[in-house]
Each structure stands twice: as structure tokens, then as C-alpha cells.
């Protein structure tokens, strides 16, 4: 890369060699583009955070406190996430996505090909890839919800005009520890009860539903499903996965550090332990959870 004395020369507006000699000029550009496609270190974790832009005025003319017509397209996003990009865990929150990746951890110094994160690792990739996907997905879900008691038209035509839109950042962490706190610390629902309690005089730990109150987890489950090889036309039993959510209090179901960071950094929600496996699962996500059909590469 040229330092800064002769960039300031080369991208003189009286330069006009630059503009006609396209294998300088892409050259330049490239390297102006590298300096800040920044690379997360493949032997951390690390965390994507999505977060809806301005969604106070989004949200304008919807139930208050809190609409579940929104948090079902939030959580149907969050599962498209999970499957197109493959987190261990998913944690959806108000109008905010995390998404937790494990690091790879290498043999030695001179592995051959050491795994690196997708789109290897790049800071400006993931979170503009990931943002973007978003947002398509939340407005296709948004838009098949039942707005039919919303009488306003500014607002019915914020809805299907697909307007909402998220930002994203993506950063490495030291440890799973590390992986677990971050999204231990979006859980913290502290401020948000009391935003709630002096704004609206509205006591959100009795009165909202658990989804609200704790937020969702996404996690991919192992089950096993009964069916015929096509070979021997036998009855097997195949391992399948499908995407199970649930809301719970973490430090109730998980009070050690140790199964706080099993549950976020497995694989599976059933490679925690039973108590997690008895979640209940919300009713409406029962016709997304029952038909899912996945074949595990396991």
C-alpha cells in the first residue's frame, strides 16, 4: 500500500494517469478498501449482534407494551438465521438478535489448513450480509402477520412498504465465558422494567409474557424419527433436527457458570440437560416445529 504522502498524490484531482490505467486504479482501490475490512481471529469465539434501526418510531401505532405479531416475526427470523448461517445459539430480545459462534481451535502452529470463521472472519461481511438478510426476512414475516385492527394508514403503510432495516456489529471475545456473558448481559432486563414501570406504571415481571419478560432462545434439537430405508425398505430410526425455542429465567434452570456456558456453546438445546429439555414450547411455533424435516450431517 502507498503511504499517505503519495496516496494524497496518486488521488490528486489533476492526476489524470490514474483514472486511465485500470489496473493501478483497481489496485489503489482495493487496498483502500482493505484497510478497514478488519478480520475476526479464528481461534475466538465470536458474537453478531443485529439491531433494529430506529424501531420506536417502526413501532409507532402498534399494541403497547409489546405486540407478539412483531416478536413472532422477530423469533421466525432468528430460525432462518440459525439455519442459514449455523450459531450454536440465537438469543432474540426486544428488536435485537445475537448470534453466538465457537472458535476453531487449531493442532499446532502449522496446521494446513486451519477452519476459519465464514466469510473468514471479515468484520464488514458478516455484519453487512447478516443485517441485510435480516431485514428481508423480517419484513416478509411482518407482512404476514393479521394487521386488520390497525386502522391508521401511515402506519399500514409502514408495514407493507418493508421499511424495516438493522444495523450489525460482529466482535471476538477471549472465551466461551466470554460468549456466554454477553448474551447473560442482554438478558439483564433491569432497565427495561423500570423504563416500563416509571413511563407506563406497568409492572412488566407480572404482567408480560415470558418471551418478554426473559426473551427467546433458538438452538437446533436432535430427535430421532421413525422411518424406511429406501434400500432395504427396513423401519430406522433417522437423527433429525429442527429449531426449538423457549424463554426461560437463566440463573433459575442454569445456576452455575459452567451450565450457563454448556447450553449457549453446544451444538444442541438437548446436549444441555433435562430441565432445559422441558422448556414449553410456545403454541404457536408448534406448526413450524412439528413439520421441520431436517437431515442432521451428523
Avoid at 422494567?193 to 432462545?217: Q, S, V
Avoid at 430406522?236 to 437463566?250: D, L
Wanted: hydrophobic residues 35%; contains cysteine; proline residues 3%.
Amino acid at each position: 500500500m502507498t503511504d499517505i504522502t503519495s496516496e494524497k498524490e496518486l488521488f490528486n484531482i489533476n492526476n489524470d494517469k490514474l483514472l486511465n490505467n485500470e489496473k493501478l486504479l483497481a489496485s489503489e482501490i482495493k487496498n483502500l478498501e482493505a484497510i478497514s475490512d478488519q478480520q475476526l481471529d479464528s481461534s475466538y469465539p465470536f458474537i453478531v449482534r443485529i439491531d433494529g434501526v430506529s424501531f420506536r418510531n417502526y413501532t409507532r401505532g402498534f399494541n403497547k407494551p409489546f405486540d407478539q405479531r412483531m416478536t413472532r416475526a422477530f423469533i421466525r427470523t432468528s430460525a432462518d438465521l440459525l439455519q442459514r448461517f449455523n450459531p450454536l445459539t440465537i438469543f432474540y430480545q426486544s428488536d435485537e438478535i445475537s448470534l453466538v459462534f465457537d472458535g476453531y481451535l487449531t493442532i499446532n502452529a502449522i496446521e494446513k489448513n486451519p477452519r476459519e470463521h465464514m466469510y473468514s472472519g471479515r468484520i464488514q461481511k458478516l455484519v453487512s450480509v447478516l443485517a441485510s438478510y435480516t431485514a428481508a426476512k423480517f419484513n416478509k414475516y411482518i407482512n404476514e402477520e393479521d394487521w386488520s385492527d390497525i386502522e391508521n394508514e401511515h402506519v399500514r403503510e409502514r408495514l407493507i412498504s418493508h421499511s424495516a432495516y438493522f444495523d450489525g456489529r460482529a466482535f471476538s471475545v477471549p472465551n466461551q465465558f466470554a460468549a456466554m456473558a454477553s448474551i447473560y448481559w442482554r438478558k439483564n432486563t433491569y432497565e427495561l422494567r423500570e423504563l416500563l414501570r416509571t413511563e407506563k406504571n406497568w409492572d412488566m415481571l407480572n404482567e408480560a409474557p415470558k418471551n418478554i419478560i426473559y426473551g427467546t432462545f433458538l438452538k437446533k434439537e436432535l430427535y430421532d424419527l421413525e422411518c424406511i430405508d429406501r434400500k432395504t425398505q427396513q423401519s430406522i430410526i433417522a437423527k433429525r433436527s429442527r429449531i426449538r425455542i423457549g424463554s426461560f429465567e437463566m440463573n433459575k434452570l442454569l445456576p452455575t457458570n459452567e451450565e450457563k456456558i454448556k447450553f449457549i456453546m453446544s451444538k444442541y438445546w438437548n446436549d444441555s440437560n433435562t430441565i432445559i429439555d422441558n422448556i414449553e414450547i410456545p403454541n404457536w411455533w408448534m406448526k413450524y416445529y412439528q413439520k421441520q424435516d431436517i437431515l442432521t450431517t451428523d
